[in-house]
């Protein structure tokens, strides 16, 4: 086959393809910005257009809702300029009312009315708060148990890592409802800590920090030792230095799968001002179910900061992706 | 060198060990504790044996999620290989755009399962939805999709008239709509995981396989193919077991896993037992089951591994 048109083949291929991926994005989106009627009568798809009638009686143009037609008379609403029905059921001579073609224009007012609707701001802090304590604890935890694993010798380490390594294996949802039972016992139940403090150690992240840290060359550390660098001021003054890639790695890993966590938030918490982002998001999908438009306003309002995060930094997040996938 | 008792390597590991001994280990055990009780939400329950077993066994809705969830995983774990592959593949092959098209194909991957799933479902509404509308672009009728409870093949054939046995019906529409989302949300994953292995076959085989002649086709089947297997068990395994625990679509996308029951996935299931129903016992025997049977798929998948890797 030809070179050029098997590229133009599959530069087409991946247009199509790419198209169908973000459609749901971009139809979002429209849809957010659209007037709840215009979307339940179905009448544009992408671009949110507007269609409304004229009653010009010779004189004067008004903007008019319209009802029906009823034999030489056309039966309208008057309209003020924010859209607002001033009047009901007036009768038009139906040659002086036209439709006036779709315009375009996009209801921003949409982001608003969800915004007061939704206490996003708390949601949003509680995810924030949530996201980053928990950052914080799964990069202590890991250094300090990756740094073991990897540089030190003692008895019981290949067990304790087997350990670990098989309780990664087991999915949340196979341990979600003794959780739940466990949290209840303790107290726990609608409280910040449930939410932060289980999730600050991560498995995959103390192997990803120990196969790092097992890469190190051992000059570095007998350089060290011979400065009198102790066991903690290596951690500490050389390999954190040196842990930056791996640091942002794991961070990215962590901020993102927090932010999108659902499944334990939804169980444990139930007090409405410890919702974070994605449980609130999920309250007000069964609160709002027919508010079509204000639901995909909110939807990518959660969906925006990942997003950000992820064209600030995508060739960093795919390409850690890509890594800790080809290193299991 | 012999291996001394110090403290401090116990010191290190204290923090990761102690949050997961409490917070995973204890669980892990307790969820199999629970299993044997009569265990509702307060109190301590009480022992019952197996009877939550045998009542699991018996119970036809159990059996039902179960079938939905097969379903879903053998339909998503295929599709979502295939498509891969061929993305990364193309993507492989381009220099311009491709990072545009991989940032694209990420985006879903890296977006809310909650607000994807709300954008979903109202993109698979029946009177409003994108689906129906370009669904009519070339000419196929509307379709019910999240509320409609016939199975997909039923749904076909009977286009040309021919009536399938109930058994033969396969997966609901609404259940397929639920397996086109979550095929959405994963494949940006896998083909950058994809892409990641092809690019660590070395150039030198394909410069050979022109040289002798081989088509484009038969050097995907003969070199890549074979080449990329280990990233292929990979992303078996990976797809497999993040399918198993499909949670968030069902919970937002359907009214309760319906119509009839028909996208009553497993883990929704044992929310639905634990939270709704407060049947926290059996909630638990169910969880046991599907740990089982996850735990038993990846062994086999790991053994298929070692007969085909090159």
């Avoid at chain 1, 992240?205 to 350089?223: G, W």
């Avoid at chain 1, 799968?257 to 982002?277: A, D, I, K, Y």
């Avoid at chain 1, 995508?314 to 890594?323: T, V």
């Amino acid at each position: 086959m030809n070179e050029k048109l098997r590229m133009s083949i599959i530069y087409t291929v991946l247009s199509v393809f790419g198209l169908v991926m973000i459609v749901p994005f971009i139809w979002m989106i429209s849809t957010a910005l659209m007037t709840q009627s215009e979307f339940n009568k179905h009448e544009s798809t992408f671009v949110p257009k507007e269609e409304y009638h004229v009653w010009d009686n010779g004189s004067e143009k008004q903007k008019v809702l319209f009802v029906m037609d009823k034999g030489d008379k056309s039966i309208v609403h008057l309209l003020d300029k924010d859209g607002k029905i001033v009047e009901e059921y007036k009768e038009a001579p139906r040659s002086q009312v036209t439709k006036v073609k779709k315009v375009p224009s996009f209801h921003w007012a949409n982001f608003i009315k969800a915004f007061k609707k939704v206490p996003f701001g708390i949601y949003f802090a509680n995810t924030l708060y949530v996201s980053f304590v928990s950052l914080i604890g799964v990069l202590i935890t890991s250094m300090l148990a990756a740094y073991a694993f990897a540089r030190m010798e003692f008895i019981g380490r290949d067990f304790f890592f087997y350990l670990f390594l098989s309780m990664m294996m087991v999915p949340e949802p196979i341990y979600l409802i003794s959780s739940y039972v466990l949290l209840d016992k303790i107290n726990w139940l609608d409280t910040y800590q449930a939410l932060i403090v289980p999730w600050c150690v991560n498995i995959f992240t103390i192997f990803l920090f120990r196969q790092h840290f097992k890469s190190l060359p051992q000059e570095l550390f007998d350089a060290a030792a011979i400065d009198g660098c102790g066991t903690f001021g290596m951690l500490w003054r050389i390999m954190l230095p040196l842990s930056k890639p791996i640091i942002a790695t794991a961070s990215i890993f962590s901020l993102i799968g927090s932010w999108n966590s659902f499944m334990w938030p939804l169980v444990m918490t139930n007090r409405p001002e410890l919702r974070v982002l994605q449980v609130g998001l999920s309250y007000f999908n069964q609160e709002a179910s027919t508010q079509t438009t204000l639901l995909m306003a909110a939807s990518t309002f959660s969906i925006v900061p990942i997003l950000i995060l992820f064209f600030m930094a995508q060739k960093q997040i795919i390409a850690s992706y890509a890594k800790a996938g080809l290193k299991d | 060198m012999k291996t001394k008792w110090k403290v401090s390597p116990y010191l290190y590991i204290l923090p990761a060990f102690s949050l997961l001994f409490a917070f995973r280990l204890i669980p892990i055990i307790m969820s199999f504790v629970i299993s044997f009780f009569d265990w509702s939400i307060k109190g301590t329950g009480k022992f019952i044996g197996l009877l939550n077993y045998s009542n699991m066994l018996k119970d036809e809705v159990f059996w039902q999620s179960m079938g939905n969830t097969f379903w879903l995983v053998i339909i998503v774990v295929p599709a979502s290989i295939v498509f891969s592959l061929l993305f990364a593949v193309m993507l492989n092959q381009i220099k311009r755009l491709k990072g545009l098209f991989r940032t694209v194909y990420f985006m879903p991957f890296v977006t809310s399962l909650v607000a994807v799933s709300i954008v979903w479902k109202i993109m698979f509404n029946e009177q409003t939805g994108l689906m129906n509308t370009m669904i009519g672009w070339v000419g196929i009728e509307p379709q019910k999709w999240l509320s409609e409870a016939r199975g997909i093949f039923d749904i076909f054939f009977s286009g040309f008239g021919i009536t399938l046995p109930k058994w033969a019906g396969g997966p609901s529409q609404a259940l397929f709509a639920i397996i086109i989302m979550t095929v959405w949300k994963g494949l940006g994953y896998n083909t950058i995981i994809y892409l990641a292995g092809l690019q660590n076959i070395s150039k030198v085989y394909y410069e050979a396989a022109e040289i002798d002649g081989a088509s484009k086709l038969k050097q995907f089947f003969r070199i890549t193919l074979p080449l990329v297997s280990p990233t292929t068990f990979y992303v078996l395994i990976m797809t497999t077991i993040v399918s198993f625990q499909a949670f968030a679509q069902i919970y937002l996308m359907t009214d309760k896993g319906g119509p009839l029951n028909t996208t009553k996935l497993i883990v929704y299931y044992i929310y639905e037992k634990g939270f709704d129903t407060l049947d926290m016992g059996y909630a638990s025997a169910v969880a046991l089951a599907l740990f089982i049977l996850i735990l038993g798929l990846t062994v086999l998948q790991k053994r298929l591994e070692k007969h085909v890797n090159y």
